[in-house]
């Protein structure tokens, strides 16, 4: 996790999460695992777990076992919870090494609650990290298009710094 992420994620929490939003919400997590980087000695959390402590319930998920990772997914496009059953889903630094981030969204949409909200983070502009691919740089543009057709109503898109914020509710 860099700093400019994490900045961006509380800016998230702080103008879309309110605190009665935050202690009634259950929350996904997608890409959950904490990856330590050279960020951690300067006090940047390795996850976004931090950011949104007081949230009634917080669920990550990843493709391997790890810190931070609740469920091991088995299919990086389906996810084992029910539809419309997350109040917050939330992606970070996780859409750039999906092989398909257009089956990724939707997915995201699909367990996110009518009226539920999506944050997704990825690199615009980053140095290439396998992890254990890196397949994608996605700007405001094609961050909108993702969220559109995946049913959302999209809020906003903007780039900042090496990243591009996508948020949309369903």
């Not at 960020?39 to 976004?48: H, I, K, L, N, R």
């Not at 493709?63 to 970070?92: A, C, H, I, M, Q």
């Not at 980053?126 to 559109?148: F, N, Q, S, T």
Request: charge should be positive; proline fraction near 6%.
């Amino acid at each position: 996790m860099h700093y400019g992420s994490v900045v961006l994620m509380r800016e998230f929490r702080r103008r879309y999460v309110g605190d009665e939003l935050l202690h009634r919400a259950r929350l996904l997590d997608v890409g959950a695992m904490a990856v330590a980087t050279r960020w951690q000695w300067f006090g940047v959390p390795a996850s976004y777990r931090p950011v949104f402590e007081g949230v009634r319930e917080y669920v990550g998920i990843d493709l391997g076992e790890g810190p931070g990772v609740d469920v091991v997914l088995t299919d990086p496009y389906r996810y084992p919870f029910e539809s419309d059953s997350f109040d917050l889903v939330l992606s970070g630094q996780t859409l750039e090494h999906a092989q398909h981030p257009w089956r990724a969204v939707p997915e995201m949409a699909r367990v996110l609650k009518p009226g539920g909200l999506l944050c997704v983070i990825a690199p615009w502009k980053w140095k290439v990290h396998r992890y254990p691919l890196d397949c994608w740089r996605i700007l405001a543009d094609g961050m909108e298009v993702l969220l559109r057709e995946a049913g959302l109503t999209v809020l906003e898109c903007r780039m900042k710094r090496n990243d591009t914020i996508g948020i949309a509710r369903k």
